[in-house]
T-cell receptor
């Protein structure tokens, strides 16, 4: 089944403890992206990747890192999480950046205490 | 600054009613407009519209884009309780490197 898989689905952590949210897609998509969703602010892009080894900042990149060493994987790294990073995170992918729809993973609900 | 505005914010209808959701946008270098349905989890893709006046249809759902007036509508006919969800509109521009600019969404509740 074609899908975008994120893990974990739920995560509770403490301020400052490094964490990684994994994302993998099995559709051979070139483009991958991370979004966060917050009440009243909607979905906002954190980082994106046009292809392997090509990544760039979205609208809200502060406090996050990403890497794209392989086409299928696009992990999101929080080096020193803070409470304002408590949010619902979605990984998404599309065949190309331009005229292809984004397909979203099932989300990771992160709580930072 | 690019803007995507959806209306209404929420609505409650009875099963069998028809629902019309609106999405207006103000962006530079428009490329496409997309509709998603979000239940408790991931947004799921419904339609992508790039040309004015061409209706896209999938079962009871349909959508159309007006690039002159800068808006799109999503229609749901003969609504069912399974249509209850947040419907998200998003716009992609030619210079956004694939980024989707989302509206706030319309919450639709279909009562039996």
């Amino acid at each position: 089944e074609a899908q975008v898989t994120q893990n974990p689905r739920y995560l509770i952590t403490v301020t400052g403890k490094k964490l990684t949210v994994t994302c993998s897609q099995n559709m051979n998509h070139e483009y991958m992206s991370w979004y966060r969703q917050d009440p009243g602010l909607g979905l906002r892009q954190i980082y994106y990747s046009m292809n392997v080894e090509v990544t760039d900042k979205g609208d809200v990149p502060e406090g996050y890192k990403v890497s794209r060493k392989e086409k299928r994987n696009f992990p999101l790294i929080l080096e020193s999480p803070s409470p304002n990073q408590t949010s619902l995170y979605f990984c998404a992918s599309s065949l190309r950046a331009e005229n292809s729809p984004l397909h979203f993973g099932n989300g990771t609900r992160l709580t930072v205490t | 600054e690019d803007k995507v505005v959806q209306s209404p914010l929420s609505l409650v209808v009875h099963e069998g009613d028809t629902v019309t959701l609106n999405c207006s946008y103000e962006v530079t270098n428009f490329r496409s407009l997309l509709w998603y349905k979000q239940e408790k989890k991931a947004p799921t893709f419904l339609f992508m519209l790039t040309s004015s006046g061409i209706e896209k249809k999938s079962g009871r759902l349909s959508s159309i884009l007006d690039k002159k007036e800068l808006f799109s509508i999503l229609n749901i006919t003969a609504t069912q309780t399974g249509d209850s969800a947040v419907y998200l509109c998003a716009v992609k521009t030619t210079d956004s490197w694939g980024k989707l600019q989302f509206g706030a969404g319309t919450q639709v509740v279909v009562t039996p």
